[in-house]
Structures are given as structure tokens and as C-alpha cells.
């Protein structure tokens, strides 16, 4: 089992652009969970998804957004980026409550 | 607002000393708390949550109601156990974990 799997590990942005992060869950894992982390910061919620749909949003401008798919994979967008959103962008995934969350290893952000 | 704070940026302590990295949380219902480590190089892991009162390679945490704490302990460190650590809070009726900051521990020869 390959764990939760993110693509890519890193990308370079411009002010501006749109860009989409990419998440396979643990396999038996149906909720796939987004968290952002600044540097020197703790990982910060942005949002969960289950059946498909946004069960929970963190305290993130709407240019966040995602989706996730039947497989439960998932996927973030991020419009107009700002320098502000270059972070490490962390899937997690787990069952129907949080408890036990498995995380990937990140896509890093730079936004230039 | 719910809050949880790791005091501690970094803590150095020598191979065979205790280990204490404090957790202190905000939240007025009945919190679910979590030790999640890092090592290097690796991705965030689950160490132990209080629900489940286990030890995991010899850490243990208590959490504390009245101090509203969940420090994370072990008698006697070791090399390996060098790493970031965060404290996590889970909150009743959401889904999300609020992270501290972390502690970085570095276990000196």
C-alpha cells in the first residue's frame, strides 16, 4: 500500500496563475482532508471532503476550492495566486471521522 | 477560540535524559488530542492520541483537563527520537485538527 500519494512534489507559480494539487488516499480511506503549512507553522485546515462532496471548510478565501471524485481521490485549486500562498500543501486522508489520519508528503508551492 | 500551543520551538536534551514537550490547549467542550511526529525526511505520522492511553515507543501523554495540557513524555530519550513533534486538537462536531506550532527535539549524543 503506497500510503496517500500526492502529485507533484513540488511546483513553481506566477502571481496570478491557477494551479491544481493532487491527492490519492490511503487505500480503504474514503475522506480526503487538505491542510496548508507555512513555514515554521503548523499545518492549517482548509478543507475535508466525503462522498464527493465539502463536508467541512476551514478559514481559506473562496479561491480555494476542490473536488473529489468516486475513487475518493481528490483534488485542490488554488485562482489567483498570491506570494502568500507558497507553502507546503498536505493531503490527509482517513475513514468517516478524523481520527487517524494518514498524511502524504506534500506538494511544495512556490509562488513567484 | 480554539487554540493549541507548543511553548517550545526547539528542545535539546541529552541521549537517556527525560523528555517533557508541553502541550497546552483552548477549547471549552470535551477535546480529542494527538501527537503527530516528523522525522526527517519523512512525512507527518500519527504517534498517539489520548483516547487510546497507549505508549508508543515509550511516549506517553496525559491529558490534563484542569490544566488544559497534554504534554508529551518519555523517561529516557534516544537518538532516534529526534524529530518535530505537533500537538493536534480535535474539536466535537467538526472534522478538522487544529495543529500547534510544533517542538523541534534534538537528542544529543
Known amino acids: 500500500d503506497a500510503g496517500v500519494t500526492q502529485s507533484p512534489t513540488h511546483l513553481i507559480k506566477t502571481r496570478g496563475q491557477q494551479v491544481t494539487l493532487r491527492c490519492s488516499p490511503k487505500?480503504?480511506?474514503?475522506?480526503v482532508s487538505w491542510y496548508q503549512q507555512a513555514l515554521g507553522q503548523g499545518p492549517q485546515f482548509i478543507f475535508q471532503?466525503?462522498?464527493?462532496?465539502?463536508?467541512q471548510r476551514g478559514n481559506f478565501p473562496d479561491r480555494f476550492s476542490g473536488h473529489q471524485f468516486p475513487n475518493y481521490s481528490s483534488e485542490l485549486n488554488v485562482n489567483a495566486l498570491l506570494l502568500g500562498d507558497s507553502a507546503l500543501y498536505l493531503c490527509?486522508?482517513?475513514?468517516?471521522?478524523?481520527?487517524?489520519?494518514?498524511f502524504g508528503s506534500g506538494t511544495r508551492l512556490t509562488v513567484v | 477560540a480554539q487554540r493549541v500551543t507548543q511553548p517550545e520551538k526547539l528542545l535539546s536534551v541529552f541521549k537517556g535524559a527525560p523528555v517533557e514537550l508541553k502541550c497546552n490547549y483552548s477549547?471549552?467542550?470535551?477535546?480529542?488530542l494527538f501527537w503527530y511526529v516528523q522525522y526527517s525526511r519523512q512525512r507527518l505520522q500519527l504517534l498517539l492520541r489520548?483516547?487510546s492511553r497507549e505508549s508508543i515507543k515509550g511516549f506517553t501523554a496525559d491529558l490534563n483537563k484542569g490544566e488544559t495540557s497534554f504534554h508529551l513524555k518519555k523517561p529516557f530519550a534516544q537518538e532516534e527520537d529526534s524529530a518535530m513533534y505537533y500537538c493536534?486538537?480535535?474539536?466535537?462536531?467538526?472534522?478538522?485538527?487544529?495543529f500547534g506550532t510544533g517542538t523541534r527535539l534534538k537528542v544529543l549524543a
Open positions: 490527509a486522508s482517513s475513514l468517516l471521522n478524523p481520527y487517524g489520519y494518514t
Open positions: 487505500s480503504g480511506h474514503d475522506t
Open positions: 471532503y466525503y462522498e464527493e462532496e465539502e463536508r
Open positions: 477549547y471549552s467542550g470535551s477535546p480529542e
Open positions: 489520548h483516547i
Open positions: 493536534a486538537l480535535a474539536t466535537s462536531g467538526t472534522y478538522k485538527y487544529i
